[in-house]
Nanobody, 126 residues
């Protein structure tokens, strides 16, 4: 199991930027599939971005492509996501997740992560 702690959430105006971080501890060696998800009030949880860490391969939801960038620092065991050109519809609680996947395709299609952080709130005002 991996313990995850998110940080970096804040309130910003539309067009602004934020950087989220997710510090991982525990069984990080086997957690080669990591992702960012978000849930807005009244909505279902949405997958935002995933990274298959062995090859730093990334995948994004259409709604954030070109605006968000996911990355992973293996030395520090920290997952990052840079959020640019933020929109009010990006307002949500953002969670990171980790698991082991046997391939890129399995990682990018994964939703049943066993390890989740507690979340960090992003609020974008118009």
């Amino acid at each position: 199991q991996v313990h995850l702690v998110e940080s970096g959430g804040d309130s910003v105006q539309a067009g602004g930027s934020l950087s989220l971080a997710c510090a991982a501890s525990g069984d990080t060696y086997s957690s080669n599939c990591m992702g960012w998800f978000r849930r807005a009030p009244g909505n279902e949880r949405e997958g935002v971005a995933r990274i298959f860490t062995p090859f730093h391969l990334t995948d994004y939801a259409d709604s954030v492509k070109g605006r968000f960038t996911i990355s992973y620092d293996k030395e520090k065991n920290v997952l990052y996501m840079k959020l640019n050109s933020l929109k009010p519809e990006d307002t949500a609680m953002y969670y990171c997740a980790a698991d082991r996947a046997t391939s890129r395709s399995k990682c990018f299609g994964k939703t049943d992560f066993p390890s989740w952080g507690q979340g960090t709130q992003v609020t974008v005002s118009s």
